[in-house]
């Protein structure tokens, strides 16, 4: 079965053995300590940063090497000295190396993503779905580079001995910076969109997640990436503001609206370079008193609390109009009561823990916020210690209500808490939604054409979904939805996964010829 974002369930016999036999593997290759990549060569450091599994804190994961600013720098020239004739490379031959490499992702669909079940806490659907998107990124913007012939297009001329002719053109050096929470994909999404146009690439996953970045560099290796293309510099924040501060030409970044905007003002300093950045949301959802209800309560549940609310694009707050508001409440808490926390590894869980401990303090800092706002918690509130959970970050699935005074209703909190509030009415509901610094997802649960137009009109968000079970502003794919962010949630105006990505990676050339 094909496995995305959207998949609700996997009872697939034959798929859940082959994901056990997955686990055998991957756990049998935990615990190595492993290099930093430059120019295709491994390099070890004096320092390093040991992983545990928020699984389990005695489980390690790996241990990786802590790159300085002297290796930041070997990794930008051994980029710089690659990129020419990376560039020169036909456009068709890196294509056929982006196909070959998601053929091979796919033969290691289960091992790699059990890795990233150890490494971050994936459920099986939400591991899987990651190392799957890998593969649609690596085909998908390969069909890209192939249906736009390399991105080559001739154009009108004034003379009958003139030749002209638009040519996008790689800018040279990239920098990728990774989040932890997508540990595949968002290490690869903007890696393969540089790569592929004809830029190489130095990537800085986070320490937590890294191994999963270390798997890209070994997939694209083996699937005969030339050496110093893709660069691998692992370690903490002062290594990425290295990278952010090295002689780079473009940079991606997914993470915190404070680092991205930092990032953002202070990246070019003579000239101008264009910053990919993605940076987070509150994104909100809004129920109508003509929504299905059970639609609507599953859709804000899946989409909250999915991956433990560890998305950019989770649904953090809802917004219900006052006639239905007690009864979706109720199928709410409903459906949050059905879902299994425990141990991701295993088949039967929905979600597993959070990251760190400090998500846990996060977590417990917003539940004890709405207590003293005087809100209440509707279910969830608490750390889960039951067998099994006692090593790891497991807390309860949350939903909470609370007067919109409260900060919980404006920061990203990255944990499993959702709040909901009453409206009295949909354009009630959209101001609410817009008075916001982010503009990343947003979902509509209505079944009023007029309602569905209006949210499509005036919500100020990049990825916008209407009567989603599957989640109510969560799960984006490669050639289904584009993703990408409005306001203070994204700076290149083209969604990842979509038609127009790979232009943030080319710039225009144009070449006139007289013969």
């Known amino acids: 079965m094909k496995i995305t974002y959207a998949t609700m369930n996997a009872e697939d016999p034959e798929l859940q053995a082959a994901y056990d036999a997955g686990v055998v593997e991957a756990r049998a290759e935990l615990g190595q300590t492993h290099p930093l990549w430059i120019d295709g060569e491994p390099r070890t450091t004096a320092e390093t940063f040991d992983e545990y599994s928020p699984i389990d804190h005695h489980l390690l994961i790996g ?6 600013s002297d290796d930041v720098n070997d990794a930008v020239a051994a980029a710089r000295a690659a990129q020419p004739a990376w560039e020169k490379t036909p456009w068709q031959d890196r294509v056929a190396l982006m196909r070959t490499a998601a053929d091979m992702l796919d033969e290691r669909l289960m091992r790699v993503s059990a890795l990233l079940g150890f490494e971050v806490g994936k459920s099986r659907l939400e591991a899987l779905g990651d190392v799957a998107e890998t593969s649609e990124f690596l085909r998908y913007y390969a069909n890209q580079m192939e249906s736009h012939e390399g991105f080559v297009t001739p154009l009108n001329a004034l003379a009958p001995n003139e030749r002209n002719v638009s040519v996008l053109r790689a800018y040279g050096v990239w920098g990728v910076i990774a989040p932890f929470n997508f540990p595949l994909a968002l290490a690869a999404g903007g890696s393969i969109g540089a790569m592929l146009t004809g830029n190489t690439v130095v990537l800085k996953p986070s320490n937590r997640g890294a191994l999963a970045a270390l798997e890209f560099h070994r997939l694209m290796a083996d699937a005969g990436l030339p050496d110093g293309v893709l660069n691998v510099v692992t370690g903490g924040d002062d290594v990425g503001k290295a990278l952010v501060e090295a002689d780079l030409d473009g940079i991606t970044f ?10 953002y003002k202070s990246f070019a300093d003579t000239v101008p370079k264009p910053v990919v950045a993605e940076m987070g949301g509150k994104n909100p959802a809004i129920v109508t008193a003509s929504a299905n209800l059970d639609e609507a309560a599953e859709g804000v549940a899946r989409g909250a609390f999915g ?11 809802v917004y219900v109009e006052e006639p239905v508001y007690d009864e979706f409440v109720a199928k709410l808490i409903d459906f949050t009561k059905g879902l299994t926390v425990s141990n991701p590894i295993d088949k039967e869980a929905f979600t597993g823990p959070v990251i760190d401990e400090e998500a846990v303090d996060r977590y417990l800092s917003a539940v004890n916020e709405v207590r003293q706002a005087g809100g209440e918690i509707l279910i969830g509130g608490e750390e889960l210690e039951g067998e099994g959970l006692e090593d790891g970050n497991f807390v309860a699935p949350t939903v909470a209500a609370v007067d919109e005074s409260s900060w919980v209703w404006d920061r990203e909190l990255f944990v499993p808490f959702v709040v909901v509030g009453k409206v009295g009415s949909l354009d009630e509901a959209l101001d609410k939604a817009n008075d916001t610094e982010f503009g990343l997802t947003a979902g509509l649960f209505s079944r009023e054409e007029a309602e569905i137009e209006a949210f499509f009109d005036r919500i100020e968000a990049g990825t916008t979904y209407v009567n989603r079970r599957a989640g109510a502003t969560t799960g984006a794919w490669p050639d289904i939805q584009s ?33």
């Open 483 to 515: 993703f990408g962010g409005w306001k203070g949630s994204g700076t290149s105006g083209a969604g990842g996964g979509g038609p127009w990505y790979l232009r943030s990676y080319l710039r225009e050339q144009s070449r006139t010829i007289f013969s």
């Open 307 to 317: 991956f433990s609310g560890q998305k950019c694009s989770a649904s953090s707050r």
């Open 254 to 263: 997914t993470g915190s609206y404070e680092v991205g905007m930092s990032i």
């Open 63 to 68: 241990k990786y090497s802590q790159a300085t």
